[in-house]
Structure formats: structure tokens, C-alpha cells
């Protein structure tokens, strides 16, 4: 069988407000059952201990709900490592009530093209 690529409904704007939120809902739910908020933490645990450092700004591209990000913040959080999170996603909609959700952490939505998007560290 040979695979057709077919564009995703969150890649589009295919998709009705019901349908990217049982979508995003659906990523969530694979993130936690499959692991991506514990590796995630994981690999910034390691990365904290190899440059002896407690503080890091982490750009999520694609982001969506921001769960992945803001759920590792709230758990680095409780072992001394702060993360400034900044996460773009193509698509407003997406990024909608993400900032309010991450407790102390700072951090910031960017609506935008990831292939297009320069950031720097100030």
C-alpha cells in the first residue's frame, strides 16, 4: 500500500471550533497515556544537571493547547527548575487560554509561521 499524505485538520483550517477542540482534547490525552509531559520533563531534567543551570526558556513550535510544556513547567517547578515557555502555533484558536493556565512560570503565545520566526534570547 502505498501513503497518501494527507494534511492534518490542525494544519488546516479545515475544521469546525468542535472539531479542533475534540482534536486537541485528542492530543492531550495521547500526551499524557503515551508519555510526551514526563519525557519532556525528563530531557529537561537532564539537561539542567549536564549544564548545572535551574532556569530555561523553551520555545514549544506547534504547540497547540500548550499542555506538554506547561504540565512539565508545573512539575519542574516542585524540583527547583523554572522554564519561561513561549509557544507558537500557526492558529490563534489553538493557543486560546494557554497563558492562564501555567501558574508562576512566565510565558507567552506567538500566533505565527514557525518556518518564518526568529527569536534570540534577551
Given at each position: 500500500m502505498k501513503r497518501a499524505v494527507t494534511a492534518e485538520l490542525l494544519?488546516?483550517?479545515s475544521?469546525?471550533?468542535?472539531?479542533?477542540?475534540?482534536?486537541l482534547g485528542d492530543l492531550r490525552r495521547i500526551n499524557r497515556w503515551f508519555g510526551g509531559i514526563s519525557t519532556t520533563q525528563a530531557?529537561?531534567?537532564h539537561v539542567?544537571?549536564?549544564v548545572n543551570q535551574k532556569s530555561f526558556s523553551l520555545l514549544e513550535v506547534a504547540a497547540g493547547s500548550g499542555d506538554v510544556p506547561i504540565l512539565a513547567a508545573r512539575r519542574l517547578r516542585a524540583r527547583g527548575i523554572e522554564l519561561e515557555i513561549t509557544l507558537l502555533d500557526r492558529v490563534a484558536s489553538h493557543l486560546?487560554?494557554?497563558?492562564a493556565t501555567n501558574g508562576?512560570?512566565?510565558?507567552r503565545a506567538v500566533v505565527g509561521d514557525a518556518s518564518?520566526?526568529?527569536f534570540s534570547r534577551r
Open positions: 494544519d488546516t483550517d475544521g469546525t471550533p468542535a472539531e479542533v477542540a475534540n482534536s530531557m529537561i531534567e539542567a544537571d549536564q486560546k487560554g494557554t497563558i508562576s512560570s512566565t510565558n518564518r520566526a526568529s
